[in-house]
């Protein structure tokens, strides 16, 4: 009788250690599923910022084209067409000298 209530007293503490294990993986499971969840909502925002990127350089190159156009239609005089861009056409106006401070 003694070796059944010893047997028993084994299958409850296995049992224990088993409903103790279980609780764990069940908690690591919710936390890889809150981790899942979001991952999720992190990449579907990701795609949603991507589809605006795209979308805004789809438009920045619809205005490059057409201000390409705009300033195709300006016309530069045979001496100008040879000057660098970026560099004023025509030569920079010198500042007026400043003149000595009045004293008081």
């Known amino acids: 009788m003694d070796q059944v209530v010893a047997s028993v007293s084994r299958v409850t503490q296995i049992m224990s250690a088993i409903t103790a294990a279980s609780s764990e993986q069940s908690t690591g499971i919710g936390h890889v ?3 899942i969840t979001e991952m999720d909502s992190v990449t ?10 795209a979308a805004a350089a789809g438009s920045m190159q619809e205005q490059a084209g057409l201000l390409a156009e705009l300033v195709s239609r ?3 005089g045979e001496e100008q067409q040879g000057v660098a861009i ?3 056409a025509r030569p920079a106006v010198k500042a007026a000298p400043r ?6």
């Open 33 to 35: 599923n809150t981790a």
């Open 44 to 53: 579907q925002q990701n795609a949603a910022l991507v589809e605006q990127a």
């Open 74 to 76: 300006f016309k530069l």
């Open 86 to 88: 970026g560099r004023p």
């Open 99 to 104: 003149r000595a401070a009045l004293s008081r």
